[in-house]
């Protein structure tokens, strides 16, 4: 029988997902603590995993000429005043040491004739990443952290004698085993989710999407089983993206200052921040670009006609770093280098790197779980952490550990709940029914694409079209003990489906308690399309009571206590 055996180890700081924030977790405990056992379970392999498996070619929160505290009033604006400021504020402080310190690890960074970083803008500069996440994962392997690859985490496992979490259920692919890991401190580092919403490519091409396609959620979906507070799911994230390849446009318009035209070559995102008299946000250069569709003037473009043969080389070789499919076709012609590169909107996504949906968490990244820290895109209330912001997160929620060392109890999980979630792992692999996980998969994403707001539909939605989500989202559940596994992979294809659809359903409730548009195409309602200040400034907030998605609201200052339905302090 497959998943048959159990092997049970036994750690001292166990690290859930070893990319961005997990990786340098580990790195950061044990230099500063070298005889702490330190555990990392990756679903995949850590050389190449999660958001930087391909690489990337600028550190996009670093601070040039600019504080902390202008950081924070800047990422405070980009989002329409709804943010953690104190966890923003923690990760600016911290931004540009967490640069150097990558620096020192190996991954190299171009230097002007100043000796200084290359800026793209005031917080972000290049980097020549396209290594980054083997050199993480050499460090790691160089300061003696233990790593189970292939091994994708399914349950948080609590105390015997309190409702600490004290360990997790994983199951390792390759060698058909469950793994049972027991540690006294737990830290989330399972990045975002994509594939809740339809891929803009099909078939074979499904997974050349821009948030990592295989981030499922799962860290997200475990806290939620577990009863963790989660925050701001219905800030979904929307990337404005080259289409096809999906590459990102930072590369573009930072890095080269090309203009976004429309089909008739205007440059409409110019045109409206002269209009403004302002700097446009992120999700207005969105919403502008699916506005020129919407009036008939798409596609839209970036118009790299300007570029001479040294930027365009210079462009290719940035793109190398990071998105490298798209170089095929930028250079599928070298006589004559491409005047316009089409971009479009991607599928939504829940991140809390560039956006600030994921559990909630206070200064020090501890969860609402007794024993459980979240860091990097997997953690809420602080958008455009990006990379640095990752990093930063982890030594945050690393030095609480530590600093709480000796308050940790040794860990003890009752067999019985041991054995229920290897059960549970096995379930699909015995059940006779006949839905795989593609049709599972397929027939969320149209849910999701059609009522919940999806790029077919221009992000928009209403109460009317999430009332008809919610209800075939519920049934779509409890088909659950029809999808049927075969082997480790498609078990872990099944878990991942499934968890995807419990964080589908937690989305929906999010998006219907938000009854006003606050962040355009991220979140959009249709029925009530414009910001209310007065009513939802504020932060939605979730938990799961047994099978029940309770929605709660929080105030938007600290300690955001509570508040009534009235929008009262509770
Ligand atoms: C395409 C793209 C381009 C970007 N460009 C930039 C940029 O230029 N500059 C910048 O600063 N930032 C950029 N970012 C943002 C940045 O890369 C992310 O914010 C950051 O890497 C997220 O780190 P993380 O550790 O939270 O997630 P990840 O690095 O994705 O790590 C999550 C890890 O958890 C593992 N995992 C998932 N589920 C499980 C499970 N159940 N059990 C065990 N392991 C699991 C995954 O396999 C993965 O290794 C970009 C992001 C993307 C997606």
């Not at 070559?265 to 207005?284: A, N």
Request: hydrophobic share 40%; aromatic share 8%.
């Amino acid at each position: 029988m497959l998943f048959k055996n159990i092997t049970h180890i036994k750690t001292d700081i166990l690290i859930i997902g070893g990319g961005t924030a997990g990786c340098m977790a580990a790195i950061f405990a044990k230099r500063k603590t070298p005889h702490l056992d330190i555990t990392i379970i990756e679903k995949a392999h850590i050389k190449r995993s999660g958001c930087l498996a391909m690489g990337l070619n600028a550190v996009n929160a670093y601070l040039v000429n600019t504080t902390p505290q202008e950081y924070v009033e800047y990422v405070k604006r980009d989002n329409y005043d709804v943010i953690r400021s104190d966890l923003v504020l923690s990760i600016g402080e911290r931004l540009n040491r967490m640069t150097h310190f990558l620096e020192e690890l190996g991954v190299p960074f171009p230097k002007g004739e100043d000796g200084k970083y290359i800026a793209r803008s005031e917080r972000s500069i290049v980097m020549y990443g396209e290594h980054l996440k083997p050199i993480l994962a050499e460090a790691v392997a160089a300061h003696g952290i233990q790593v189970c690859n292939r091994t994708p985490a399914y349950r948080l496992l609590k105390d015997a004698g309190s409702d600490t979490v004290v360990g997790v259920a994983a199951f390792n692919i390759r060698s058909n085993e469950i793994y049972i890991v027991k540690a006294k401190a737990v830290l989330m580092c399972t990045g975002g989710a994509s594939g809740i919403y339809r891929p803009s490519n099909p078939g074979l091409a499904r997974t050349k999407t821009w948030y990592c396609p295989y981030n499922a959620g799962s860290g997200l979906a475990m806290g939620l089983r577990a009863g963790a507070e989660m925050t701001s799911f219905e800030m979904r994230f929307v990337a404005l993206r080259t289409k096809d390849v999906i590459a990102p446009t930072g590369t573009l318009v930072l890095g080269t200052k090309m203009p976004q035209c429309n089909a008739r070559d205007e440059k409409y995102i110019r045109k409206k921040q002269d209009m403004l008299g302002r700097g446009l946000t992120t999700c207005e250069r969105l919403q502008f670009t699916i506005a020129e569709h919407e009036k008939g003037r798409g596609p839209c473009y970036i118009d790299v006609s300007a570029l001479n043969s040294k930027q365009y080389k210079e462009l290719v070789e940035s793109y190398l770093n990071m998105a490298p499919s798209i170089v095929l076709d930028l250079l599928e012609d070298p006589a004559h280098p491409r005047t316009h590169i089409e971009i479009c909107g991607s599928e939504p996504y829940i991140n809390g790197g560039h956006g600030m949906a994921g559990f909630w968490v206070d200064t020090y990244r501890r969860t609402t779980l007794d024993g459980l820290y979240a860091a990097g895109d997997v953690a809420g209330g602080a958008p455009k952490k990006y990379i640095s912001g990752c990093f930063a997160e982890a030594e945050i929620a690393i030095e609480d550990i530590l600093q709480r060392w000796s308050s940790f109890q040794e860990p003890k999980i009752d067999q019985a709940v041991i054995e229920q979630a290897a059960n549970d792992i096995r379930t699909p692999l015995n059940s006779e029914g006949c839905i795989t996980f593609n049709e599972l998969e397929d027939r969320l994403q149209k849910i999701m694409e059609e009522y919940a707001g999806g790029s077919t539909q221009n992000y928009e939605t209403s109460r009317d079209k999430l009332l008809i989500a919610r209800k075939l989202l519920a049934a779509l559940s409890q088909s659950a003990g029809d999808v049927r596994a075969t082997d480790g992979h498609s078990l872990m294809r099944v878990h991942a489906t499934l968890e995807r659809t419990l964080l589908a359903r937690v989305l929906v409730e999010h998006m219907l308690a938000r009854r006003e548009t606050r962040w355009p195409c991220y979140q959009t309602r249709l029925d009530f399309p414009v910001r209310n200040d007065l009513e939802y400034k504020l932060f939605i907030n979730s938990r799961m009571v047994g099978e029940e998605i309770q929605v709660v609201k929080r105030n938007l200052q600290s300690p955001y206590a509570l508040l009534t339905k009235e929008g009262k302090a509770a």
